[in-house]
């Protein structure tokens, strides 16, 4: 025991006051110590009966706490103040009003330490007021829209068969060219039949144009840096900055005023993606919290459900000011139940966890268990690495190396991302689709989703140095997402002085690695229409002018929309692209030797012997991401054209050949299949 703890036991000993610094300090506060009691009951917050209304608060170093009812969401003051009772075993506090109070608004107040804390909707809030500062009682079952009894996503038997495609609200439907009403707001996605000005389908009918599975949408909860009360302002945030995790967000409703507006809109949004049997991913963010000490979890149970470090400060492994503590069973009680109660309420498809190895890797395990026994289909995803040291051992670390630990979880490779278009540091790096040599082995390490390959040498990988994927439906690939520059941004960087054509026929050579590799693809929204943010790299909160996609793009860049479609059309054709084993990777997925050192830039491999019983006995893909023609040798045999130059036909109908020496135009794949 360190000085600190002997220190702190003796002044408790005295009755002393602990200043916070020292008591919430990570080496003290373990439950052991502290003995906290923990409560797991599906009844904390709020529940509504017959016999009433009732409030259950978790605080149990809490002196006393009281329940502040409203007549209003934002104004006023309370009509009546309840004070609430501790249940010592379970360290809840609970109070019971004998009516059913929908339509009213509560707060709760928490006494530590002889200090009241300020006012709060607690961590459980399912409903909340304007601007999520006071909770909502509602009426769930009022808010589902016709036909929510028999909704659901999309049925799926491996995460390979998914293909991701990442959006944000407000990106998809603010530019005047996407032909969408309800511009920015949930009820954007379930509009039909809007097109740009020149006659392209946007919104929900490209994306079932384009033939994705599954849209993972940025955070859709609500958090804290749009004013819900000015809108008018058009205040743009990605939402990484949560405030209440378990109501969906205000500034995406019609009316925010309304608690159970953003509720049924969001379900109508989710509805009809399911009726064009698109799956949704909800982008979470429990690792960290919008505020410090005025978070919900501070003012609920101050110190215990953030980590911090042994001189008091908070730990920021999140680089957003703090992280929370997944390791404390509380807290994990609440990410396991929260992430339930979205799939459960809302009939989410799937979880992409917002830097997951903040969490320790028995709470993701269990994540992924209990939403199971939900929906066997749900996906569950996140990245495999933090922003900063963590209080949290290495080796508890749901981090990308840890997978293998992990069941029903899967991780961004960036592996493939660095070495297929450069590193994400430098703007101006280019990778192997943009001509740089060197990557081909890191390349191959995303080809085969970071499983074991005899003929993969990951000493000389880049990003890692061994196989940590047990099977590739742990693994995600891509090449570009919300974060950092967008593909094409990069290109313009990376390629600068290239005619725009070179830039074109890059992208589809990337996407081309990211759609043939094994594992699951996933694509940044408007990287088919060649969308960019005008260089900016962290647009969390630029203006709609750099983010929002310019749909006339559409019509200009037609044929790179095309070949994406086509792309995705061509993976969900043919199951040797989606293999779900390591062993049958190792066995099917077989490398054509090259000389790297000689032939930069060049990787040829083949798919055999009807891979994971695809209907072609053999597909051969080759790569060249260099700035000039290629040349390959082809084994004799009667090939079907899939794709060649910078032109794709999922059916292979762009010719045949009998092999031999093919040549390959700069930036291109070739894919043949027999």
């Not at 609430?84 to 107040?109: C, I, Q, R």
């Not at 095309?562 to 059309?569: C, E, G, M, S, T």
Request: hydrophobic share 35%.
């Amino acid at each position: 025991m360190n000085i600190r703890k002997l220190l702190v036991m003796a002044l408790m000993a005295t009755g002393a006051v602990i200043a916070p610094s020292m008591l919430y300090a990570q080496s003290l506060f373990d439950e052991q110590f502290f003995n906290y009691p923990t409560y797991n009951g599906d009844d904390l917050e709020l529940t509504v009966d017959q016999t009433g209304t009732h409030f259950r608060l978790w605080s149990p170093k809490a002196q006393e706490v009281m329940l502040n009812l409203y007549d209003n969401g934002h104004t006023g003051n309370p009509y009546k103040e309840v004070k609430m009772t501790l249940d010592h075993k379970t360290g809840v506090w609970s109070a019971n009003e004998p009516e059913k109070l929908y339509g009213k608004f509560y707060t709760f107040k928490v006494k530590q330490n002889d200090k009241w804390l300020q006012e709060t909707p607690g961590v459980w809030a399912k409903a909340v007021g304007v601007n999520g500062n006071r909770a909502a009682i509602i009426d769930f079952a009022q808010t589902n829209p016709e036909g929510w009894a028999q909704d659901k996503g999309p049925k799926v038997d491996n995460f390979t068969d998914v293909v991701v495609y990442e959006m944000h609200h407000r990106d998809m439907s603010m530019d005047p060219t996407s032909g969408i009403a309800n511009k920015g707001k949930f009820l954007a996605l379930t509009e039909k039949g809007t097109t740009t000005p020149s006659g392209e389908k946007t919104g929900i009918d490209h994306l079932k144009e384009l033939g994705v599975t599954h849209v993972h949408i940025l955070p859709s909860y609500d958090f804290n840096s749009v004013d819900e009360m000015n809108l008018q302002n058009n205040t743009y945030n990605w939402g990484y900055d949560p405030l209440n995790y378990n109501a969906p967000e205000g500034s995406y409703s019609t009316n925010p005023s309304d608690p159970s507006v953003r509720v049924k809109e969001m379900k109508e949004m989710i509805k009809a993606l399911h009726d064009a049997g698109i799956g949704v991913i909800m982008d979470v963010v429990y690792n960290h919290t919008a505020q410090n000490d005025d978070s919900n979890f501070e003012l609920t149970a101050p110190g215990y459900y953030h980590r911090h470090w042994d001189d008091g400060r908070y730990s920021d492994a999140s680089g957003c000011g703090n992280e929370t503590a997944s390791d404390r069973q509380q807290m994990r009680d609440f990410i396991v139940n929260s992430t339930k109660y979205w799939a459960d309420e809302y009939h989410i498809d799937g979880f992409r966890f917002d830097l997951m190895a903040i969490h320790d890797i028995d709470t993701m395990n269990e994540v992924a268990a209990e939403l199971k026994k939900i929906n066997p289909s749900i996906f569950v995803y996140g990245e495999g690495w933090t922003a900063g040291d963590s209080p949290l051992a290495v080796e508890h670390r749901a981090l990308k190396e840890n997978v293998g630990k992990m069941r029903d979880i899967a991780v961004f490779s960036d592996d493939l991302r660095d070495a297929v278009k450069g590193h994400y540091t430098d703007a101006s790096d280019r990778g192997f689709a943009t001509g740089k040599p060197g990557l081909e082995e890191t390349v191959k390490i995303g080809i085969v989703a970071a499983t074991a390959h005899p003929q993969v040498d990951y000493a000389k990988g880049n990003n890692s140095k061994f196989p940590y994927a047990k099977s590739p439906e742990m693994i995600v690939n891509y090449v570009s997402c919300h974060d950092d520059l967008s593909l094409t941004d990069k290109l313009h960087k990376s390629m600068a002085g290239e005619p725009e054509e070179n830039m074109l026929e890059a992208a589809k050579l990337a996407q081309t690695i990211v759609f043939t590799s094994q594992g699951t693809p996933f694509m940044f929204a408007g990287e088919e229409v060649f969308r960019d943010k005008q260089g900016v790299h962290n647009s969390y909160k630029s203006p709609d002018s750099i983010n929002a996609i310019n749909w006339e793009n559409k019509a200009k860049y037609h044929d790179q929309f095309d070949y994406y479609k086509n792309l995705i059309a061509l993976r969900k054709a043919h199951p040797a692209f989606r293999m779900t084993t390591a062993e049958d990777i190792a066995k099917h997925l077989v490398f054509d030797k090259i000389d790297s050192s000689k032939t930069p830039n060049l990787i040829s491999y083949s798919l055999k012997d009807h891979a994971n019983g695809d209907q072609w006995e053999e597909i051969k893909v080759v790569f060249n991401g260099a700035s000039k023609p290629q040349t390959v040798n082809i084994k004799k045999g009667n090939w079907k054209i899939v794709a060649k130059d910078g032109k794709i036909s999922p059916d292979g109908n762009l010719g045949t050949t009998k092999g031999g020496s093919i040549t390959l135009a700069p930036y291109s794949a070739l894919i043949l299949a027999k």
